[in-house]
């Protein structure tokens, strides 16, 4: 999939263009991309995905973000997206006038513009889907997407997250949550009860959730076990050692090599218990036994 900047740095052809922020990608995302394959077919011209990084309530309303941006294009070029333009969501972006916005889509010559039905743009969200019409000559409006009843939205799956239900979230992504992150050097507590684990670093406003986790890390398939591995997930604050920055630790099972430096994937299965202060390490370490066996056996059937 061809990625740019801005709408100015790709080929002067026509195009299908949806718009949004394309957080998480979830089923409503995805429901967009199947109309916006069909309308790009239909016209025999590549569909544009125009999406914004940060998402736009990152920015606006500060919420956490559900895909980076490496998470997010990998996502729509597995969805079947031909181009993507990942414009920077600064301020001064937020704040240019619709007409602004709409300059920038006629140099994508769109054919067709998909989007939601309550698409709005430009400063103020004074721009909506009667101004789109004047750059397109056909725009296709989709309402909100609803999985048994319930809204499929970015704000749900957060909100699924802060309580710690992947299960929730993953059905309305239509896939398992996941993070990405590079392994580095932790405090080593973990080596010296039995239990090593990967440190995984994710960038800063990443939402994850907390608590303990039955999960699934993929890596170098040149790595031991074909770089995948079950294994248990513990993401907080790790009272029981008084720590005060957040940490996203995984041990990883029949794994015994050296990770650092190395990027993981990290799906999360199930949700096994919040996190809790133990009295001390002999505890911990008890504990933490029971999560392993607990995470097999919930990633039994997983391969």
Known sequence: MKTYVSPGQRPDTATVVAIGSFDGVHLGHQALIA????????????????????????????????STLPEKLDLL??????????????PEFAARPKEAFLDDLRQLRPRTVVVGEDFHFGRGRA??????RRVAPEVVTLPM?????EDIKSTRIREYLKAGDVVGAGRLLGRHYDAQGV??????????IGWPTANIRVPDGKALPLGVFAVV????????????WHGVANVGFRPTVSGVDRRFEVNLFDFSG????????????????????????????????????????????VR
């Open 77 to 90: 070029g597995r969805y079947g997206v031909d181009e993507t333009i990942a414009a920077s969501f600064t």
């Open 35 to 66: 109309q916006l394959k069909a309308k790009a077919r239909e016209h025999r011209v590549p569909s544009v995905v125009y999406t914004f990084d940060p998402p736009t309530r990152v920015l606006t309303q500060g919420v956490e973000f559900l």
């Open 183 to 192: 392994v580095v050097q932790g405090d080593r507590l973990g080596r010296t």
């Open 258 to 301: 050296d990770l650092y430096g190395q990027e993981l994937q990290v799906k999360f299965f199930a949700h096994l218990r919040g996190e809790q202060k133990f009295s001390g390490l002999d505890e911990l370490k008890a504990q933490i036994a029971r999560d392993a066996d607990a995470a097999r056996e919930a990633l039994k059937d």
């Open 217 to 228: 890390a993929v890596g170098d398939p040149a790595l031991e076990g074909g770089g995948r």
């Open 127 to 132: 721009g909506g889907v009667d101004d789109l």
């Open 145 to 149: 997407h609803q999985l048994g009843g």
